[in-house]
């Protein structure tokens, strides 16, 4: 079969954000079967994508070195479902944004999840317009985003419910103590809240004596 000299079986060729491909396969130049190195994904390009490095390897964890897109539809990235999962994402793997926000030191997502083609199909199963991804109203405390512990509230839904939880800890002298107002609990008994709510958030550690029920 005639096909371009620059294109052929075994050849490497790099892309700009997916590293090497490799040809492994020429059937026509709008459809030559590639492999990826990283992550060992085949699919099938073009020859002038190949050239340019504009294949993509749908496999590379490429948001926060964890999530990827998987067999995504076209134009994915513009889905609502995207912003969402990126916004999961960064929650769970962002140390600034875990600094701001102690409460999802230790959380992650499932593996099902990172793969964005997953989380879409889900999303579009269980999405209420105007709402946004909880995943901790099912499941009190849940530390890792799920199919089956998240939801969808509204941010006023979700403002109540955070106001509503109750701190439990243990206190040097042994008691159980439950907490309504966190903040206001600590500057009444000159603690850190920051310190308090990771001990809660980790179920580990101590902050002048207190602690959780199950250290």
Not at 2 to 29: A, C, H, M, W
Not at 71 to 99: D, F, I, T
């Amino acid at each position: 079969m005639n096909r371009p000299n620059d294109l052929q079986v075994g050849d490497i060729y790099s892309t700009k954000y997916y590293g090497e491909l490799e040809i492994l396969e020429y059937l026509v130049f709008q459809s030559i079967k590639v492999r990826f190195l990283t992550t060992g994904y085949v699919t099938y390009a073009r020859g002038d994508h190949i050239r340019r490095g504009a294949v993509k390897d749908l496999m590379l964890p490429i948001v926060m070195g964890v999530g990827y897109l998987g067999e995504n539809p076209k134009g994915a990235s513009k889905h609502p479902a995207y912003k969402s999962w990126v916004g999961m994402l960064r929650r769970c793997y962002e140390e600034p944004r875990q600094e701001r926000n102690m409460c999802y030191i230790g959380v992650t997502v499932c593996g099902e999840w990172q793969n964005f083609s997953n989380y879409l199909l889900w999303f579009e199963d269980n999405y209420v317009k105007g709402c946004q991804l909880d995943k901790d109203k099912i499941i009190k405390w849940n530390k890792v985003y799920r199919p089956e512990a998240c939801s969808f509230m509204t941010s006023e839904e979700n403002t109540v419910e955070a106001r509503a939880l109750t701190w439990n800890f243990i206190s040097p002298e042994g008691e159980k103590v439950e907490v309504y107002n966190l903040a206001a609990f600590c500057r009444d008994n000159n603690l850190n809240k920051v310190r308090m709510r990771k001990i809660h958030v980790d179920r580990k550690g101590k902050h002048k004596s207190w602690r959780v029920e199950n250290v």
